[in-house]
């Protein structure tokens, strides 16, 4: 299946909603499919995967961690760049508050 291929839909193994084949759907509700991840994962390189993963983890903590802190810190965090962003998110889940 290609990025341009029209969505399929899967069902969650936990509440039965329909999830739309679509990697950030799947990101958010922790559904990681083998088309999902043949669609985000097309390299053989574990370094890229990895480093896909990681920047996917982050690109979908952004918005909850933004939800979960003052007005102040969330047009903080909004305005950096992404590497930045990964720094914070990264050392959020060292510290064992984000998961």
Known sequence: MSEDAPHETAVCSCCGGRLVDAVVEHAWSGLMTPWTLRLMLPSVDPESRTAKLVALYVHVRVPVVAKMVSRRNRNR?????????????LELVARGLLS
């Open 77 to 89: 965090l909004l305005d950096m760049t992404f590497e930045k962003q990964a720094s914070v998110i």
